[in-house]
């Protein structure tokens, strides 16, 4: 992972799962990480465990839904370190109900925290990366982007097809700048997600489906996959599902 090493990378939610895990690969292997999340106290314990192992890392509490603290995520880096090499959007929820329940708030929420912050991540980190002529912008989506989650996450899916879509219209709009961009599809990841539901029901039902759950670590590797290649090599997608899950 040679390729890691020095390279400035913002990674967003990552105060646990695969944010966490990711912070804590990339680091190992070199990287300059720059983490932000809501929950501080984790953000801040983090970011002194890769220190005190001798890695760098920056912290800051961050809101994906208010675009003022993306911006200063970003900014810190920046004044930090002088550039960024890559954002990985990864700040997402998941709260699972039928439609029916119209759950509306948490329909918005989803939609705030999925899609919309993922695009202030993009805002604050194109102009900088089109001024650089390098850059790769890796966002989090799901198997849930290929295929919809029914009945209990079709907003969720509408959500992650809305990244895959995203995603690929950046690197044809951006391929020119030189900006790498990677969509990461995952299913059934160990980590908190599943307890974003606010329905007790609906929670039990998935910690069954998670059972067959797989580590963060592995989606960590496949985000330093991508991220290792040379330049001119843009791995544009990469599907990572537990091997017994036919979802
Ligand atoms: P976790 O719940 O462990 O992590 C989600 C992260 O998002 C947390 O760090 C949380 O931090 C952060 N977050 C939530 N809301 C906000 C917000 N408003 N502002 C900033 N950060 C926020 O789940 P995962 O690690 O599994 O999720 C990571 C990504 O992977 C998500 O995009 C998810 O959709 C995707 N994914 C996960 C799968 C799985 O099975 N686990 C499958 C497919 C895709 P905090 O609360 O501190 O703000």
Known sequence: MSNIAEK????TGASSGVGESTARLLSANGAKVVLGARRKDRIDALVTDII??????????????????????????VDTHGRIDAIVNNAGIMPIAPMVALKVE???????????????????VLPIMQKQKLGHII????????????PGGTV????????????EGLRLEHKADNI??????????????????????????????YKIAIPADS???AIA????????VDVSEIVIRPTALDF
């Open 8 to 11: 400035v990378v913002v990674i």
């Open 52 to 77: 005190t192992k001798g890695g760098s890392a920056l912290g800051c509490k961050t809101d994906v839904t208010k675009r003022e603290d993306v911006e200063a995520l970003v900014k810190g880096a």
């Open 106 to 124: 948490e329909w918005d929420r989803m939609i705030d925290v999925n899609i919309r912050g993922l695009l202030y991540g993009v805002a604050a």
């Open 139 to 150: 966002n989090l989506a799901s198997v849930a982007g290929f295929k919809v989650f029914a």
């Open 156 to 167: 969720y899916s509408a959500t992650k097809f809305a990244v895959r879509a995203l995603t």
């Open 180 to 209: 790498r961009c990677t969509i990461i599809s995952p299913a059934a990841i160990a980590t908190e997600l599943p307890e974003s539901s606010s329905d007790e029901a609906t929670r039990k039902n998935l910690r069954e489906f």
């Open 219 to 221: 989606i960590a590797r």
């Open 225 to 232: 996959y991508a991220i290792e290649q040379p330049p001119d």
